[in-house]
């Protein structure tokens, strides 16, 4: 099993994920508050209130999980994808696997990881979540004071199931959307560059940026309901499951709620999702 793509995964997750969590912040923040009128004044209060540091909350959890996460992401779409066509990353230059085979293999990815990611990604946005700026004393304490105390909480007030809260909505979010993902990334990568030659870095900063693009938008609608079923409980309990809070948060803010966070996921994912592939192909290349 080529385990050079679980490495490059990881890197290339890492290096993405920090360019982005400034923009992650901001998003969560919008889709489950409302004290925020739209994305400048959530940027503007998050840097009164809390510093620049404020827009780093919640991120040393998630720097930890990518190593997890995306390296299963792409060490499983990637041998998928060999079990699929027999054709191992190197070949897959001259005998491309066709697009069902590609779209199979990303969901399969988007499937594992998400289970992986569910109990990160949760405390992630608790974290983010927490608008108190540094505790100074004399202040009122945040509910968590950090990623471990957050999940020791969450075990003990919630049990082990309360890590995967909000994971269903997670693996609906994940599965169909990498699959449009990898795609995405192959289809443009396919139209821009000559047969059986390797795609130029160009080609893979747009490629990669545009997969993120078209799977952060088809992504959106549920990524809504993951955070707000993640939040659930906090304060106090508001939904009976999933559907639930679907449904009541549609009638209660109209189909616009389900594209919360739409502008700023977009923002977000071409670089983080250009430097992500980029780091990816480059390392899958030195190690060749
Ligand atoms: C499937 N969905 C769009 C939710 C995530 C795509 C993951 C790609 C990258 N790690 C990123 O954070 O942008």
Known sequence: MPLEEFVAGWISGALGLVLGHPFDTV???LQTQTTYQGIMDCIVKT???ESLLGFFKGMSFPIASVAVVN???FGVYSNTLLLLTAASHQERRTQPPNYPHIFIAGCTGGLLQSYCLAPFDLI???LQNQTEPRVQRGSSQPRYRGPTHCAVTILREEGPQGLFRGAWALV???TPTLGFYFVTYE???RQYTPDGQDPSSTTVLVAGGFAGIASWITATPFDVVKSRMQMDGVKKKE???MLDCMVSSFRQEGVGVFFRGLTINTARAFPVNAVTFLSYEYLLRLWR
């Open 187 to 189: 289809g443009i990568c």
């Open 124 to 126: 992630k946005v608790r």
């Open 172 to 174: 609906l979010r994940d």
């Open 27 to 29: 998003k969560v923040r």
């Open 239 to 241: 939904y009976k499951g």
């Open 71 to 73: 390296s299963v992401l």
């Open 47 to 49: 840097y009164r209130h």
